[in-house]
């Protein structure tokens, strides 16, 4: 989808210029069957309107949407946008792999055959799904009381538990306490990343 809004940004770019330098439609190889835009500006607003709302039917109709729609109807939104820029750059990307459960549990390696079976090696009774790491898995009991009892009741809703800002320091210290993904992201609680991240500021500045 990237690729396709650049080619419509190359488009209105050059309806810009040619307007700027005067040129007749008659120049143009395919006379358009529209009327245009009298400036550039306004085709470039045109354009990116019809793309992003191709951009939203192909998602409504696309398979992920229903399951993307349990936790954030609008996982575009500024909003969500805004809540992965104040998160380190490691907790961004697995947040964003829990929100589409494309992330390295067993019932998503079995799905794109790296794994031989989706059933939990923790607890070897059910699929490991998202919800069933964060919410149900006996195998991170002890660690799920902690969560529920800084977090709160309203926890127990995978919406607000990946979706709210306020959640973020209770998901990811009950994600690193599980260690589950402990080899690929190593520390995971926001306090310890920040506290690193402040040292490194602080090293280079002095550097």
């Not at 358009?32 to 019809?50: E, Q």
Request: glycine share 4%.
């Amino acid at each position: 989808m990237k690729t396709q809004c650049i080619n419509h940004r190359s488009l209105s770019d050059d309806i810009a210029l040619r307007s700027r330098r005067g040129a007749s439609s008659a120049s143009w190889t395919h006379t358009p069957r529209v009327r245009l835009a009298t400036t550039g500006k306004s085709m470039s607003k045109i354009l990116n309107a019809a793309v992003t709302s191709q951009a939203k039917a192909e998602w409504r109709s696309s398979p992920r949407a229903a399951r993307i729609d349990r936790i954030d109807e609008n996982m575009s939104s500024k909003a969500y946008c805004k809540l992965a820029e104040r998160l380190p750059r490691r907790s961004a990307s697995l947040l964003i792999q829990l929100r589409t459960e494309h992330v390295p549990l067993q019932t998503y390696l079995h799905r794109i055959k790296r794994a031989d079976s989706p059933i939990c090696e923790q607890c070897g009774i059910m699929p490991e799904t998202v919800h069933r790491y964060l919410r149900e898995c006996p195998a991170y009991e002890e660690q799920r009381k902690r969560l529920d009892g800084n977090a709160g009741e309203a926890v127990t809703q995978l919406r607000t538990l990946l979706n709210a800002p306020r959640m973020m320091k209770h998901l990811f210290r009950y994600v690193h306490n599980t260690r589950r993904f402990h080899a690929t992201y190593g520390d995971l609680t926001l306090c310890s990343q920040a506290a690193k991240a402040t040292s490194q500021a602080h090293t280079h500045h002095g550097g």
